[in-house]
């Protein structure tokens, strides 16, 4: 069995990037710079956010943080997006989700530009990525799929089951796997809430991506020996006996998937770590096409 080692891959990714920002600046050229824009108070999106902003030093970004109040109103926070189009000291920027639920996530969306899109969800690059044009991939697919090609899992000809179908991680999955690309080729289904048969198809499977967000959802008895396993879940569980209050799941039993697994991501140190360095190497596109 294989760890596929998100923290490590990340950290390979982040230096490869610090390097090439210490030869941008020795050439006098621009220093990448992303925002990030977080609406209200949620405890999680508020780490993640934090999380991106530091890792934009690590590497030797620019980074701002907007953070704007639960009751700004929608046309504020488009006005604030209108800012960061026309500003020309920003390469990249995204909008954290979810959004309260007074704002209209789409029309957000949709108001930033594509070229500053640096999270990939613009209908534009969504657009992009499915007819395998050059674009932003959305970080966290990206990230696996990355992961999946230093490792050099074999994924050509193999069957996927993704199991979630959300815009920003199922969806950009089960298109990427199937494209003829570094980690592509494979024959993918995708399994969602209404799936009746998901053990069958799991039991089937080469490549298992889990992506719907229910602590230990995926069990031992559900796939087969030698499985690849990519957990994308991240679940707060109330732990008394850690410091916090909380330990940190994924959406495997890993206990039980693991003993049966040729390469599997931990919770934590997998795929989380691998969405800021892929968010990171974005940005640095941003910026590199612009200059
Ligand atoms: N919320 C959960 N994941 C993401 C992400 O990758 N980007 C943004 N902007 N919000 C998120």
Known sequence: MTILDGKKTSADIKSEIAERVKELKAKGKKTPHLAAVIVGNDGASKTYVGAKVKACELVGFESTLVELPEETTEAALLAKIEELNTNDAIDGYIVQLPLPKHIDEHKVLLAVDATKDVD????????????????????????????????????????????????????????LMSQRRAAGDATVTVAHSRTENLKELTLNADIVVVALGVAEFLTGDMVKEGVTIIDVGITRIKDDSKKNGFRLAGD?????VAPKAEFITPVPGGVGPMTIAMLLKNTLLAGEQKS
């Open 120 to 175: 990939g969800f613009h209908p534009t690059n969504v657009g992009r990525m499915a007819l395998e044009l050059p674009t932003f991939l959305p970080a966290t697919p990206y990230g696996i799929m990355e992961l999946l090609e230093r490792y050099q899992v074999p994924t050509s000809g193999k069957n996927v089951v993704v199991i979630g179908r959300s815009h920003i991680v199922g969806r950009p999955m089960s298109i």
């Open 252 to 256: 495997v039993h890993f206990e039980s």
